[in-house]
């Protein structure tokens, strides 16, 4: 749940026989905190605890479920978005939050028209539920924690004052970073990175 307390301490785990310990960013020390604030303050210490209470495998088929393409091995970095993911399909899997637990799959073509108005061929935006919309509500709780008091909470400062949720991301050493977020109306995910890392 929101208020589930989560250990964020130093640890160390054996990937691939060698050791590897997740850091906080900023040195954050709270040996304590809930999985409300360790998501909004994207706390990796309490995240890798989180995923190792759920269990990775589950972690992994979760991603899947919404929709993530990209290979996801079962180590602890997962629980901290290590692998690369394509842009599109994080957007689309925080369209499950705000849809209340439906995953749309986006077109880039409706229809094609010939040089009459008649229509050739047609396509329909299709919908899957992935989860119930009362998790749907609870996430989208978590997610506006992050810009109301978490990692996103700048947003204030550019004038968005409507209700908004979404989480920010970077990888080590700044190589990208990134924000998705919506409001009960749009969806956006901003990237900025260099394609060749």
């Known amino acids: ?87 599109l399909e994080l957007a689309r899997a925080h369209c499950v939050f705000a849809a209340e637990g439906l995953k749309p799959f986006p077109l880039a073509l409706r229809e094609v028209r010939d040089e009459g108005g008649a229509a050739l061929e047609r396509r329909h935006m299709t919908v899957e539920r992935v989860i119930d919309p009362a998790r749907a509500y609870l996430m989208t709780s978590l997610l506006e924690s992050a810009v109301r008091d978490g990692t996103a909470r700048g947003l204030a400062d550019l004038g968005i004052a409507i209700p908004a949720a979404g989480k920010t991301g970077t990888t080590n050493d700044a190589r990208d970073a990134w924000f998705v977020g919506y409001t009960p109306d749009l969806l956006a995910l901003v990237w900025v990175g260099f394609d060749n890392g």
């Open 1 to 87: 749940t929101p208020v589930s307390p989560l250990v964020n301490e130093p640890r160390t785990y054996t990937v691939d026989g060698k050791p590897w310990s997740p850091k906080n960013f900023g040195g954050f020390a709270k040996p304590r905190l809930s999985l409300r604030e360790a998501l909004a303050r994207s706390v990796n210490q309490a995240t890798v605890d989180l995923a190792m209470q759920v269990g990775l495998e589950r972690v992994r088929e979760t991603a899947a479920a919404f929709g993530f393409t990209t290979p996801l091995h079962t180590y602890p970095s997962l629980a901290l978005g290590a692998l690369e993911v394509k842009p």
